[in-house]
Every structure is written in C-alpha cells, then in structure tokens.
C-alpha cells in the first residue's frame, strides 16, 4: 500500500504523462504560432519531469516500484479520459487553453502536496524533484493563462464560435 508521500508523487508523475499528449492536443488547435513554441517548450518541461520522476522510482525497492507505476498509469488513464471527453467535442483555441490552465493548475497543487509531504517526511530526494518541478509548474500555469488572453486578442468577440 502506497503512503500519502508516494500516491502524490505517482500522481505527479502521471500529470507530467499527460502534460505531454494535453500539449499536443492544444496545439493542434492553437492557430498561433509563438504559442506553439510554447507548447512545444511546456512538453519538454513535462518529459523532463517524467524523466526525473522515473530516475528517482528506480531507486525504490521492486515491489514499491511497480505499486507506484501502477498508480501512475491509473492517474494518467483518469487524465486521459477527461482531456478525451474535452477535445472530442470540436475544442476551439479558446477552450483547448482553458482546459491546459486547468491542468496546469492540477500539477501546480499536486507537486506543492508532494513538497509538503516530503519536507514533513524529511525524504529529501523527494523534496529536491518537487523544488525543482514547482516553478516550472507554475510558469506553465501562467504561460496557460498568458496564452488563453492572447488568443482572445486576436480573436473576434462576434465571430461564431470556432469549430
């Protein structure tokens, strides 16, 4: 059974899976190009996390291992769903980076619950990937936000909703 300190840490981990496929979606709808870079940027962000996420398991015993990736992969399916059900819909720019501040927002306070928890558990390996992950988080939070004002610049507020 998974402590507090490692179900959050799965379900970081499976936020930054997500973060990943969730960019591609939006940018496939985003009609603005400097805002895709940032996609772009924010899903390296998200590969890197799961890179570091996956270094520190390996360093877990077998049995605690394959608990938390089976963890991860319920999350990540969880996640998956929900941004299924939202873009299946003929998701427009505006919507797509809504959804992204809502996830931004989700990895925000998760990665905030598992620096919490770790710095209580004095797991500092733990402590240092969530140092490392919260600010990187936060400005993509606020990257979503930056994005879903410029694409309500440039679009027409009378135009019929796109899609």
């Not at 840490?9 to 496939?28: G, N, R, S, Y």
């Not at 619950?113 to 004095?122: P, S, W």
């Amino acid at each position: 059974m998974l402590s507090e300190l490692q179900e959050k840490l799965a379900e970081a981990h499976a936020l930054a899976i997500a973060a990943a496929a969730v960019t591609t979606l939006v940018a496939d709808v985003t009609p603005d190009r400097e805002l895709r870079l940032e996609l772009e940027r924010m899903r390296r962000d998200a590969d890197e996390t799961r890179a570091r996420c996956l270094r520190l398991q390996r360093g877990f015993e077998r049995e605690l291992a394959n608990e938390l990736l089976a963890h991860v992969n319920s999350t990540k399916e969880k996640a998956g769903d929900l941004a299924g059900a939202w873009f299946k819909a003929g998701t427009g720019p505006l919507a797509a980076w809504s959804f992204l501040a809502m996830g931004e927002a989700g990895e925000v306070a998760t990665w905030m619950g598992v620096r919490a928890l770790a710095a209580k558990a004095e797991d500092m390996p733990i402590v240092a990937l969530a140092t490392w992950a919260l600010p990187i988080q936060r400005a993509h939070y606020e990257t979503a936000l930056s994005g879903t004002v410029r694409l309500s610049e440039l679009a027409e507020p009378a135009r019929a909703r796109w899609g």
